[in-house]
C-alpha cells in the first residue's frame, strides 16, 4: 500500500475516532448534537498537532511513535484550545477525555499488532493486516 494512502487511512481513522468520543460525550450529557462542531474542533486540532509533532506520516500504525503522541496532542491542544475558547475543561473531563481517547487512538493500534502477530504465528507468514504495519 502506498505511503501516502497508509498515513491517510491512519489519521483518518483517528479522526473519526475523535469524533465518536465527541459525539458519545455530547449523547451521554444529553447535550443537542448541533453544537458537536464547537466541541470537536479543538480535539481535531490537537491530534493534528500530534501527528505533525511525531511526522506520523513516517509510520501511521505504530503505537509509540504515532499512537502517543497522537494522543497527547488531541488531549492537551484540545483541552487548551477549549480553555482559550471558553469551553469547560473540568478536572472529571480531562481524566475522561484521557482515558478514552487513549483508549481509543491507542487501542486501534495495538489491535492491529494484535491482529497480525496472531495470524502470522498461526500461519508462519506475514498477517492479513501486515500490510498495515510494515514500511514499503
Known amino acids: 500500500m502506498d505511503t501516502r494512502l497508509r498515513s491517510l487511512v491512519a489519521f483518518a481513522v483517528d479522526l473519526v475516532l475523535v469524533a465518536v468520543f465527541v459525539g458519545i460525550g455530547r449523547a451521554s450529557h ?16 490537537g491530534l493534528a498537532v500530534g501527528w505533525a509533532a511525531a511526522r506520523g506520516w513516517r509510520r501511521p500504525f505504530a503505537i509509540a511513535r504515532t499512537g502517543l503522541p497522537a494522543w ?7 483541552m487548551l484550545l477549549r480553555a482559550v475558547s471558553g469551553q469547560g475543561v473540568q478536572v472529571a473531563f480531562v481524566v475522561v477525555a484521557s482515558i478514552v481517547l487513549g483508549a481509543f487512538l491507542l487501542g486501534w493500534r495495538f489491535l492491529l499488532v494484535a ?5 502470522s504465528r498461526s500461519a508462519n507468514t506475514p ?10
Do not use: K, Y
Not at 33 to 38: D, G, I, K, P, Y
Not at 115 to 119: G, M, W
Not at 127 to 136: A, I, K, Y
Open 30 to 45: 444529553g447535550e443537542d448534537q448541533s453544537a458537536w462542531v464547537a466541541t470537536f474542533w479543538p480535539f481535531a486540532i
Open 72 to 78: 497527547v496532542g488531541a488531549v492537551v491542544v484540545g
Open 115 to 119: 491482529l497480525d502477530r496472531s495470524a
Open 127 to 136: 498477517g492479513p493486516v501486515g500490510f498495515f504495519l510494515r514500511r514499503r
